[in-house]
């Protein structure tokens, strides 16, 4: 069985959620995992799960955003891109938002782009500056995008936790020049609260607001 855990995300302008972002867990026994493959379970059907996950916390009552992870395989699925035009149209007027968790090609980032824009669909770049998604993969597609999400976890994990700040500094400036929002992952305590605060960063989410649970 499969189920979104969410986790919030916070405006530290007014302390409000602002939105959500589902994260896909598999239960096994009596254990909930990350699944081994997020392709394991359609595009399809992780919309309804989507659709009911948005109904059970009132999105659309509160004015709340909801954030759907999509990989390059699933994005390049023929039947992607229906599916989630179907879904914004279910949840209305919810907000949707569609995070690309890895980078694809300029005239993939183009279409897609266009296509979900017109239903009023945001476009987020997950994990800038990690991974797949250096600046340099992904400077061309920042254009079609509306927000990009730094996380600081991922350079925690790596062993490159003191690379944070000056990665974050130049994130920031990338933001501001290209007229994105920008939201901070891994949020764990006062002093990342700070960090944020010192580059002008109000959109947070991490440990220090909530972990990922069931709704």
């Excluded at 239960?27 to 059907?45: G, K």
């Excluded at 059970?56 to 009552?61: G, P, Q, Y």
């Excluded at 996380?151 to 062993?159: D, I």
């Excluded at 994105?180 to 220090?208: C, F, M, P, S, W």
């Amino acid at each position: 069985m499969y189920r979104f855990f969410v986790q919030p995300q916070i405006n530290q302008d007014d302390h409000r959620v602002f939105g959500y972002e589902v994260l896909l867990r598999k239960q096994e026994d009596d254990n909930w995992i990350l699944p081994r493959h997020f392709t394991d379970i359609s595009v399809a059907d992780q919309a309804k799960l989507l659709e009911e996950t948005a109904a059970s916390l009132k999105t659309a009552v509160n004015n709340q955003v909801l954030a759907f992870n999509l990989n390059n395989q699933q994005l390049r699925h023929p039947l992607t891109l229906g599916t989630i035009i179907a879904l914004k149209k279910r949840i209305a007027p919810a907000a949707l938002t569609i995070e690309l968790t890895e980078a694809p090609t300029l005239e993939e980032m183009k279409q897609f782009s266009l296509a979900v824009h017109q239903y009023g669909i945001g476009l987020v770049l997950d994990d800038v500056g990690t991974g797949s998604n250096t600046y340099q993969n992904v400077r061309d597609l920042l254009p079609f995008v509306d927000e990009i999400k730094f996380a600081m976890q991922n350079l925690r994990m790596s062993g490159e936790g003191d690379l944070i700040p000056a990665s974050l500094a130049f994130w920031a400036q990338i933001a501001r020049e290209y007229r994105l929002r920008l939201i901070l992952e891994g949020v764990e305590n006062a002093d990342d609260q700070a960090l944020a605060k010192q580059y002008g960063i109000t959109l947070h989410q991490g440990y220090l607001y909530g972990k990922p649970s069931l709704v």
